[in-house]
Each structure stands twice: as structure tokens, then as C-alpha cells.
């Protein structure tokens, strides 16, 4: 976030800034899209959470409320797509653990690590030096981290194709090894941080990617739609957007950087993976 960006919330006035602050951070918003997915056998509901930013600055109560809304949405399959931290401090890690064994306890989890989790921008900022404390942390609670790897995931019976890719921030991407097993003839869902990664995936067989990292602006102008998005790409900072024949889902996130959002609120999502040939 920008100081232009906080700056701009005073000159709107008290109220609104104090909307910004202490109202819209809070008020989780349960979002649903459809996606078509070729070689699907049948619809399948992925319940998509992202940049949960435990810290001082997002409430424990969000997290929870977060998470026991997407275990009550009865998903398939739960992904989370990275920044389950925001620094080194300001949560209790036997207590995110507890929080996060629900969602593996409901459904099959699967997640990949943001650029706050570790490696050389989250140290460059005051966070982790590597990615080993929170993929622990995470793993420990059942879920299961994809650092440039897939796997087949069984959705109540159906096979969906899973890759997750470390993030372009942090971490050396190796896309060759991430896709390493997968096959041109399965539903292919991607897990990427950052949104801006497509293009490293570009040549590889996916078909809907599933990112983060945006908070969907966090504050984000009336009528223009301007935002402080950390992303080159604008058209991909919230909701579902094709990427020529595929698409990809930005998540506005659960938390925020500094405990502000306007006219942009938190988010979990369902987003419905229909066979193709279903339509959209």
C-alpha cells in the first residue's frame, strides 16, 4: 500500500475513513462464480480463500469467521493462495494451527506460500527469511503446501489436477518442475500468488489459475476504480477474468495491510468448475 493511497482517505472525510478502518475490514462478503474447465467429469465447487494476513492488524475473529464460512459451504476441494502471514509476529501459532486443522478436517486442502511467507522479499521487509516456519506451520494443520509440485486431488470422486507454484516475489519458480506430471487430458487448476505469474505458465497445460495477492485493491476509488494494486497486469486485480481461452480468479483476500479497506470488501469464494461442454 501506497501513502497516497491512506493518504487520500482523510480528504474523503471522518466518516470515511473511519468506514475504511473500522467497518469494510470486516465485512466478509461470501462471492460465487462459474468457470467451464475442459475434461472435467462433473462440476466440482473449489472454495477459494486468500491472504488471510494474520498480524496485529487483522482481527483473529475475521480468520475465523472466514474459515468457518468456507467449511460451511460444504466445497469439494479448499485452496488457499498464499500470505497466510503478514510479518514474523502478531499471531499465535498454535492458535492459527487450530484454526486452519478445520479446513482440513472438512475437505481436502491444498495451498501455496505469498510473498509474505518467507524468502528474500518477505526478509527484505522485516518477515521470514525462508518459507520453512509457515509451510510448517500450515502442514501442521493437515493442509497440504504445493511448492512447484501438483498432485491429483480427489474431489468426491472426480479427479481435478492441482499445481502449485511458488511465489515470483520470493522464490525461484520452476515451472517445468511444477508441471512435471501433468497430462494434457485432465482438468488442470493452477495456484499462483501473484496474478502476474500467467505468463511464466503461459506454454503449460492449465485451465483456471487461482491467485491472491491483490487484496482486489484494497482501496480502491469510487467510479474510477483506481487502486494501489501490487500488480503490472490491471485486468486481473478481483473477480473471475478469461486470459484468452482460460481464466483466472483473483481473490480481494480475507485480511489487509495495515487493517484498511474501501470500497473493497474481504472476500471468500465458491467458484463452481463446470465440463465445458455445460457452458458458463
Not at 487483522?58 to 503478514?86: H, N, W
Not at 487430458?185 to 487461482?210: G, I, Q, T
Request: overall charge neutral; charged content about 20%; hydrophobic content about 40%.
Amino acid at each position: 500500500m501506497t501513502r497516497r493511497a491512506f493518504a487520500t482517505l482523510p480528504i474523503l472525510g471522518i466518516p470515511t475513513a473511519a468506514w475504511a478502518y473500522v467497518v469494510e475490514p470486516g465485512w466478509l462478503e461470501f462471492t460465487e462464480h462459474t468457470c467451464p474447465v475442459p475434461h472435467l467429469e462433473r462440476p466440482v465447487d473449489v472454495l477459494h480463500l486468500s491472504d488471510l494476513h494474520a498480524s496485529h492488524d487483522v482481527p483473529t475473529s475475521l480468520i475465523e469467521r472466514a474459515i468457518d464460512m468456507a467449511v460451511e459451504a460444504k466445497p469439494d476441494l479448499i485452496c488457499i493462495t498464499g500470505d497466510f502471514v503478514t510479518v514474523a509476529t502478531g499471531f499465535d501459532c498454535r492458535w492459527y494451527v487450530s484454526v486452519l486443522s478445520k479446513l482440513a478436517r472438512s475437505r481436502p486442502t491444498y495451498a501455496v506460500l505469498g510473498n509474505h511467507d518467507g524468502g528474500s522479499w518477505s526478509r527484505d521487509g522485516g518477515g521470514f527469511h525462508g518459507t520453512g516456519e509457515v509451510a510448517s506451520m500450515v502442514e501442521s494443520s493437515g493442509i497440504q503446501v504445493l511448492a512447484d509440485r501438483s498432485v491429483k486431488a480427489d474431489a468426491r470422486g472426480t479427479p481435478v489436477r492441482l499445481v502449485g507454484a511458488n511465489d515470483i516475489w520470493s522464490l525461484r519458480v520452476d515451472a517445468e518442475r511444477a508441471f512435471g506430471e501433468v497430462r494434457r487430458d485432465e482438468p488442470v487448476v493452477l495456484l499462483s500468488h501473484n496474478p502476474d505469474s500467467k505468463e511464466r505458465f503461459a506454454n503449460k497445460p492449465w485451465h483456471v489459475m487461482l491467485s491472491g495477492h491483490t487484496h482486489g485493491g484494497q482501496v480502491v476509488v469510487p467510479l474510477t476504480g483506481a487502486s494501489p494494486a501490487p500488480v503490472s497486469d490491471r485486468r486481473y486485480v478481483a473477480g473471475l477474468k478469461p486470459w484468452g481461452e482460460r481464466w483466472i480468479h483473483v481473490s480481494r483476500g480475507v485480511g489487509s495491510i495495515k487493517g484498511v479497506r474501501f470500497n473493497c470488501r474481504p472476500e471468500v469464494t465458491r467458484l463452481r468448475l463446470v465440463p465445458a461442454r455445460l457452458g458458463t
